[in-house]
Every structure is written in structure tokens, then in C-alpha cells.
């Protein structure tokens, strides 16, 4: 006999789920784009939704994170809710954009399908490739169903090693997608590229991820991974040739490695800068020389998962903030009421109350109070600026320490290029007037996905490429990793109070 379902409407998805009665809510609302920073623990309050119709019990966690007239209105937390009878829930996170690639590259002779995959922390995104012309035939992106275990990878590896079936999981969410794009086709199918960081790296494919959970984060199996249709339970010829790309040591993964050579770092002469701002910041600078990387731990800031009012680049988010004449503008995404802030909005925010002396470089927020409005409702605190300073911090200070290891500075490169959806979306000055990146303005540009467009060039590559040496640099091991770390906390103590409004 199965067991007994409840009927679940999401709006404004129209969409509708069957649940087991009495169970929680957060798998399933998960693959509609509700996220669980904090890994369902019901700290964090970003997992937000609100009863239209039917009822849920309020729980201890939602009486913390919600004020009574909130609880009264039907707000409560989705990792929390046991769904026992019929519900419409308002859910307005669902919309997300996830950065793919458009660019399409030169066929280098092979025949048949592939398919590129970019297995990211929070999204996914794969493309199917005609193997002798370059062409992307097929598109399709979605979220990472392990967000229900925690926004970050630390999260992940201790649901992992609490005894979580993680593998299982982005196995079938992948799969599914290869499926999609290989529809009809699938006896054309040759080859699937995988790129991510370390942990996406070992979680599918099985590896232990253990050895990452403490000091020195080094795993002892960084190599790629070969798998044949029957591995992974895909409906794909049996010749089909899958495998996920090696990593480059400690948290830095095989999606710098697509990165270094999506911008051909280690062809050019003049070294290149290479920065995939997000949870895990990675970050690689070299030539055909020789190149070095290391991942700066910025937590969730940038993706504003970390954050009190923080939210991703969904309707509702204010996504940017400007200053012009003195007077303060935000953009809110989807032309709606502003209930929140994504990552490149909180990046302006602070830029812009900075340019405005109303955040004093040192973080602090000058009238003595502990937060500021951006937008009616709309709060930033005074733990959610410190939580920007430890992510700039971070990426900051990594750059600093590689551009030394080099024996050069900012101005030596011909290029900086900021990877990632995050490092496409921020506004360069607002990073600049923040100091997360110290480098001239000129230097610096948007490079889009360069982990799925390095996919795709590894995909229609005949032989490996060759590349020079690759050191990977532990950060923390290095003897000013601290000094440098706390200069960089604080805030450039000249903002140019003309930051672009866009």
C-alpha cells in the first residue's frame, strides 16, 4: 500500500507536487529554487514561504526567525514545514538565472555528440556540442539538488560524511539532464565533460571526502575520474566515453583548470589573472611560464547566502544600487516590491555608503547604530557588512599573496578576468571602491562561464592540452597569510563618490 501524498501548489510557478503526508517540505520545494543556506537547520531564515492557502504549524525555529505579525500572515521556514494537508505556498525564490556559455567554438575533427557540464555548488549548467563543427546544438541549467544539505561546501561535506547519499543524488539530477539533451539522438553520443571544484569533484564520484574536512584540505585523489553509461545508470551507448576533469589541488578544482584554459593562460606571454568569485573563491595567475592557484574561503557573502535579508538574483532582490548627486537609487529585479538583496546589490550597497561616509572604512557603520536601510524594507546589519569584509578579505588577500609569488603586481598583468555569475554581474568600480579586487580599472573584465566554455574546449580536444606547470599555493600555510588577511578586512579609506549608477 503507498503511502498517503499531499497536493502542493507553488505560486507564482503555478506549479504542483505530490508530498508524502508528514514530510518535510525541503526536498521537494528544493528543485524549485526555494534554497537552504544553512543546510536546513532553521538558523538562517533563507529558506522563507508563505501559506496561502491550507495550514502549517508554527515551529520553535519560525518563532525566532519571524515576528508574530509575520507568523500571523503564514510565513514560515521551509526546512522546518511538514506538509500534512493541502497547501499553495507562495515561494518567490524559484527564479534564477544560471550563467551557460553562448559562444561557440571550431570542430577539431571528431564526429558525433557531447555534452559539457559545468557542476557548480548552487547551479548547472550543460550544453550539447556537434563534435565536428563546435555548434552548441542544446542548452539546459538548473540547481544543484544538494542545496537542501547547506549553501557551501563545508556544509556538504559533513552531510556527506554524516552518512548522506550526495552522490546518488547529483548523479541522477546530471543524468537527467544529459537525457534532455540527448533525446532521440543518443546513439550519436560520444563524450561528456565534467568540470567543478573539488567537492562537486569527489561527491560524484564517490570519492571520500574526509580528507577535505580539516587542515591541510588536500585529497589524495585530485585525478579525473572515468566512468562507462552503466557506472552512473545513463541511457547511453556503452562506448560512450564520461569523465569528470582533475582538480588542481586542495579546494581549487577542475572549473579553474576549464577556466585557465577557456582565457589561455598558460599560452600567452604576459601573465593573466584568472578570479572565480563565489562561496569558494579560486583564483590563477600566470603565463606559459608557469601558473599559481589557490581557493580563498569567502563564504557565502557574495551570493548573499550569508546574509540577514539576503537572497539570490531572484524577483524582489535589489541587484543594484547607485549614487548619483548625492541621491541614492536601487534597481529591484523583476519590477516588483524590494523584499531582499543579492550579492552584486550588497557589493553596491556598501560601495555606495562608502562613497557616502555613512560606512567608515573600517566597517562600521558611522551614526553608531547596527544597521542602515537600503530600501524600505530592506536592511543591512552590521554583521552582514563584517560578513562582506571576510569575503573581500579572503579573495583580497589570495591575490595579493599569488601576485608575490609571481614577483609582480596588479599593473604587470595584461588582463584580469572575473569568472562565475557573481563576477559577471558586480559592478567593477563598486568592487573596486571595496577593495575586493586592487588592481586599475582598465585591467579588469566580465569572462562569463569560463568553467563550462573550457568544458567545451576540452570536449572537442584529440589530446590532452599542454599546459605549463600548475602550483597549487595553501594560503593559510603562508607566513603572512594573516597580516595580509586583516589589512585587506578593511575598506579603501578613499571611496570616489562618482560610482556609475546603472
Not at 560606512?359 to 552582514?384: A, E, M
Not at 577593495?435 to 589530446?463: C, F, Q, S, W, Y
Request: with cysteine; hydrophobic share 45%; charged share 15%.
Amino acid at each position: 500500500m503507498s503511502a498517503k501524498t499531499v497536493r502542493v501548489q507553488l505560486e507564482p510557478l503555478s506549479a504542483v507536487v505530490e508530498v508524502p503526508q508528514g514530510a518535510l517540505l525541503s526536498s521537494t520545494l528544493a528543485q524549485y529554487g526555494i534554497e537552504f543556506p544553512c543546510g536546513g537547520s532553521g538558523l538562517c531564515g533563507g529558506c522563507r514561504v508563505r501559506v496561502l492557502e491550507g495550514s502549517l504549524a508554527a515551529t520553535d525555529a519560525d518563532s525566532v526567525v519571524f515576528s508574530p505579525e509575520e507568523l500571523a500572515t503564514g510565513w514560515r521556514l521551509a526546512c522546518q514545514a511538514r506538509a500534512e494537508m493541502a497547501l499553495v505556498l507562495e515561494c518567490t525564490q524559484w527564479q534564477m538565472e544560471v550563467l551557460a556559455d553562448d559562444s561557440g567554438l571550431v570542430g577539431t575533427g571528431k564526429t558525433g555528440l557531447g555534452i559539457a557540464v559545468d557542476l557548480g555548488t548552487t547551479t548547472i549548467a550543460a550544453q550539447l556540442i556537434d563534435l565536428s563543427t563546435g555548434d552548441v546544438l542544446g542548452v539546459t541549467t538548473g540547481l544543484n539538488p544538494q542545496t537542501p544539505f547547506g549553501s557551501d561546501v563545508m556544509q556538504r561535506i559533513q552531510a556527506a560524511l554524516s552518512g548522506s547519499d550526495l552522490t546518488h543524488l547529483i548523479r541522477q539530477s546530471v543524468g537527467e539532464m544529459v537525457a534532455t539533451l540527448a533525446l532521440k539522438r543518443e546513439a550519436e553520443m560520444h563524450d561528456v565533460v565534467l568540470v567543478g571544484n573539488t567537492i562537486m569533484h569527489h561527491l560524484f564520484a564517490g570519492l571520500n571526502v574526509e580528507p577535505l574536512s580539516h587542515v591541510p584540505f588536500q585529497s589524495p585523489q585530485p585525478g579525473a575520474v572515468h566512468f562507462e553509461p552503466r557506472d552512473l545508470g545513463w541511457a547511453l551507448p556503452a562506448d560512450s566515453r564520461i569523465r569528470f576533469e582533475r582538480c588542481l589541488g586542495g579546494f581549487v578544482g577542475s572549473d579553474m583548470l576549464a577556466g585557465i584554459i577557456a582565457i589561455g593562460m598558460g599560452s600567452g606571454n604576459n601573465p593573466v589573472a584568472l578570479i572565480d568569485l563565489g562561496t569558494n573563491g579560486e583564483i590563477a595567475i600566470g603565463d606559459r611560464h608557469g601558473i599559481v592557484c589557490a581557493s580563498a574561503a569567502a563564504g557565502p557573502a557574495f551570493e548573499a547566502g550569508a546574509i540577514s535579508m539576503g537572497m539570490r538574483a531572484a524577483a524582489g532582490a535589489i541587484s543594484r544600487v547607485s549614487l548619483s548627486n548625492g541621491d541614492v537609487g536601487v534597481t529591484v529585479i523583476g519590477k516588483v516590491e524590494a523584499r531582499g538583496i543579492c550579492g552584486s546589490g550588497l557589493v553596491d550597497a556598501v560601495a555606495v555608503n562608502l562613497a557616502n561616509g555613512v560606512i567608515l572604512p573600517s566597517g562600521r557603520i558611522s551614526n553608531g547604530t547596527k544597521l542602515l536601510t537600503v530600501k524600505n524594507p530592506v536592511v543591512l546589519f552590521q554583521s552582514d557588512i563584517r560578513e562582506l569584509q571576510l569575503a573581500k578579505g579572503a579573495i583580497a588577500c589570495g591575490f595579493r599573496l599569488l601576485l608575490k609569488r609571481q614577483g609582480i603586481q596588479a599593473t604587470d598583468l595584461e588582463s584580469i578576468c572575473l569568472a562565475g555569475a557573481f563576477g559577471n554581474y558586480v559592478q567593477v568600480e563598486s568592487a573596486l571602491a571595496i577593495g575586493l579586487i586592487e588592481a586599475p580599472r582598465h585591467l579588469i573584465r566580465a569572462a562569463g562561464n569560463t568553467a563550462l566554455r573550457g568544458a567545451k574546449m576540452m570536449l572537442l580536444m584529440t589530446e590532452e592540452p599542454v599546459l605549463p606547470r600548475i602550483e597549487h599555493v595553501s594560503l593559510a600555510s603562508d607566513e603572512e597569510f594573516q597580516d595580509q588577511f586583516a589589512d585587506c578586512m578593511a575598506f579603501p579609506t578613499s571611496v570616489n563618490a562618482t560610482l556609475s549608477s546603472q
